[in-house]
């Protein structure tokens, strides 16, 4: 049997609303229970953002306080990751959470095109925000928008930079970033094993390509995230109903390729996390 394959649920993200799909989990009560219903089909991490209540992005460290409790009260051993990302706020704003010690947290290590905008990520930001994870204990995932994020990880891991087990997440299909490319993932993995062999690692697609590079991940004996934050749509004609059924449809990968979706005590354990509370 091969190794156990984490998956990550992206329950809400800064961008989808409900207008696009009503299953986008908005307020703290609703993303619990989506995010408990994504846990139940297998999601061993709740990566997590928060919004207001007209659906705009958020940093409110008391909003992630709710969900944090929420998440551990319902889903319990579940590891919680708090997003850092800069469509939540500008500067050291993205970060005021951390003070609440999730298990992890995302890192974004470099600047890149978004969309309509620069995905601005300044070195003295990344500096102060890797310095407040290993103040309190936080392990990063590192969100790797192109291959110079991947090779700046491993240089500022090496450097004793960032808190725990190295674990960076290949993010594909994000529009003027890196595309969903099979030759390029490929690369990623290799570059991961000849330069960081004792690190983790995990990937996403955005919008139709989550489903390939789901598969490209776990094919491949990586981890991998789903869920409406990047993805809401089960295929062209279909709205994806919940989160749940984002990570169902992953873990029935898992299954093809004989990988068994990992608890949440496994998951805690393949990236050295502390023991659930």
Request: hydrophobic fraction near 40%; include cysteine; proline fraction near 7%.
């Amino acid at each position: 049997m091969s190794d156990p394959c984490i998956l990550c649920v992206a329950i809400t993200g800064s961008v989808p609303t409900k207008s696009a799909n009503p299953a986008v989990p908005i307020s703290v009560s609703e993303q619990i229970e989506s995010t408990h219903e994504a846990f139940e089909a297998g999601a061993a991490i709740c990566h997590a953002h928060v919004r207001n209540v007209d659906e705009t992005p958020s940093s409110d460290p008391e909003k992630f306080a709710a969900l944090k409790e929420g998440v551990e009260k319902h889903c319990p051993g579940m590891i919680i990751q708090f997003s850092t990302g800069g469509r939540s706020g500008a500067g050291q704003e993205r970060g005021g959470m951390l003070p609440l010690r999730p298990d992890m947290a995302s890192l974004s290590v470099g600047s890149n095109n978004f969309p309509t905008r620069v995905y601005e990520n300044p070195p003295d930001l990344v500096a102060w925000l890797s310095g407040e994870m290993r103040t309190y204990e936080v392990t990063p995932e590192i969100e790797a928008f192109d291959l110079s994020h991947i090779l700046h990880a491993i240089r500022l891991h090496d450097a004793g930079k960032l808190y725990g087990r190295l674990y960076v997440q290949f993010v594909m299909g994000v529009k003027n970033a890196m595309p969903a490319d099979k030759t390029v993932f490929d690369f990623y993995v290799e570059t991961m094993k000849a330069r960081a062999p004792d690190a983790a690692w995990c990937a996403a697609g955005i919008g139709p390509a989550q489903i390939e590079v789901n598969e490209w991940a776990i094919a491949a004996g990586g981890h991998t995230r789903a869920g409406l934050e990047d993805n809401v749509r089960l295929d062209r004609d279909r709205l994806a109903p919940s989160n749940a059924a984002l990570i169902r449809r992953a873990a029935e990968l898992c299954e093809k390729y004989e990988r068994p979706v990992a608890t949440s005590a496994q998951a805690r354990e393949i990236l050295h996390l502390r023991p659930a509370a």
